[in-house]
């Protein structure tokens, strides 16, 4: 069982920057690939950021560019440097670990972008 913890949430303006934290308690945490989603009001959760345990990334179209996902294993933390924010990033952000079929979520970091 992994339980994992986000941080970094908050209200920023546009063009702001956030840093997020995804906080693994596991160990092992460096096996699993990593993801950041998010969801707005009404709707559906969203991928926007993945990196594999070897470091590979890859990003939604819409955060290319202004978002970079990165992971720290000897501290069992996979960040997420949100740049040059807009109104439309406003969503709750979740942390997902993945490693075969087992699936972690984290309980979500709100992050609210003014504009």
């Known amino acids: 069982q992994v339980q994992l913890v986000e941080s970094g949430g908050g209200l920023v303006q546009a063009g702001g920057s956030l840093r997020l934290s995804c906080v693994a308690s596991?160990?092992?945490?460096?096996?699993?690939?990593v993801a950041w989603y998010c969801q707005a009001p009404g709707k559906q959760r969203e991928l926007v950021a993945t990196i594999t345990s070897g470091g590979n990334t890859n990003y939604a179209d819409s955060v290319k560019g202004r978002f970079t996902i990165s992971r720290d294993n000897a501290k069992n933390t996979v960040y997420l440097q949100m740049n040059s924010l807009k109104p439309e990033d406003t969503a709750v952000y979740y942390c997902?670990?993945?490693?075969?079929?087992?699936?972690?979520w984290g309980q979500g970091t709100q992050v609210t972008v003014s504009s």
């Open positions: 596991s160990g092992i945490f460096s096996l699993y690939v």
């Open positions: 997902n670990a993945a490693l075969g079929s087992l699936r972690f």
